[in-house]
């Protein structure tokens, strides 16, 4: 098993800055990628982020060149930048890891971007 928390979000005007954050603990060795979700009020839950064992990043078309995904091997942690925010970056954010067939969810951060 995988605990994962995710904190960081709040609210903010449009333009600025906030960074999440998914510290995993238990059973992190099987752990393959780890990444950021978001699902906004109506809408399916979509990929926004993912980093993968290797170091390879993926990012979603809405969110490059404005998102950064990083992580602390150290700490067990998984950070995601977010600068230029929009309100259409408006929703709740969720830390997800994946690994042995299994997907692990935090319990989600509210990121709301007022214009």
């Known amino acids: 098993q995988v605990q994962l928390v995710d904190s960081g979000g709040g609210l903010v005007q449009s333009g600025g800055s906030l960074r999440l954050s998914c510290a995993a603990s238990?059973?992190?060795?099987?752990?393959?990628?780890m990444g950021w979700y978001r699902q906004a009020p109506g809408k399916q839950r979509e990929l926004v982020a993912v980093?993968?064992?290797?170091?390879?990043?993926n990012y979603a078309d809405s969110v490059k060149g404005r998102f950064t995904i990083s992580r602390s091997n150290a700490k067990n942690t998984v950070y995601l930048q977010m600068n230029s925010l929009k309100p259409e970056d408006t929703a709740v954010y969720y830390c997800?890891?994946?690994?042995?067939?299994?997907?692990?969810w935090g319990q989600g951060t509210q990121v709301t971007v007022s214009s």
């Open positions: 997800n890891a994946a690994g042995s067939g299994t997907y692990y």
């Open positions: 238990g059973s992190i060795f099987s752990i393959n990628a």
């Open positions: 980093i993968r064992s290797g170091g390879s990043r």
